[in-house]
């Protein structure tokens, strides 16, 4: 059934891969920038980086990954913001208990949390914010 799923939007996942290397590095360079260098809390940090970078994904994504029309920026960034908001839920958390559980760096947790938001992006989007059958 994955493997099936997989030949069937191989070139779509690997759209979705190339985005999100992409969006991973500017989040993770981000980070190291208002955490490392900028000395703030790593919440705000991770908050800033994870802002700024859901921007870029959207378009990147909308464009590249999932190729919709000037049609869909009406609509599809409401249901992007629902998505945003659960990710940003599982960043911050899996960041969190990264640093005062596992006492790892903030840049152990915001690498952790890439793997499940890639994840629930991709079926998010796929599904649900870039879906032509869903209605706004």
Do not use: W
């Amino acid at each position: 059934l994955i493997l099936r799923y997989v030949k069937t939007h191989k070139q779509q996942l690997l759209r979705f891969g190339l985005v999100g290397a992409f969006t991973f590095s500017l989040n993770y360079s981000l980070v190291f920038l208002f955490y490392g260098k900028l000395m703030l809390d790593y919440r705000i940090a991770v908050s800033g980086a994870y802002f700024f970078t859901v921007v870029v994904h959207f378009f990147l994504n909308r464009s590249f990954t999932y190729r919709q029309s000037e049609y869909f920026l009406a609509h599809a960034p409401l249901r992007y913001c629902v998505m945003l908001v659960i990710n940003y839920l599982i960043t911050l958390t899996t960041v969190t208990v990264t640093v005062n559980i596992l006492k790892l760096t903030p840049y152990h947790g915001v690498f952790f949390s890439a793997f499940a938001t890639a994840l629930s992006s991709f079926f998010i989007m796929k599904y649900f914010v870039f879906n032509q059958k869903v209605k706004s």
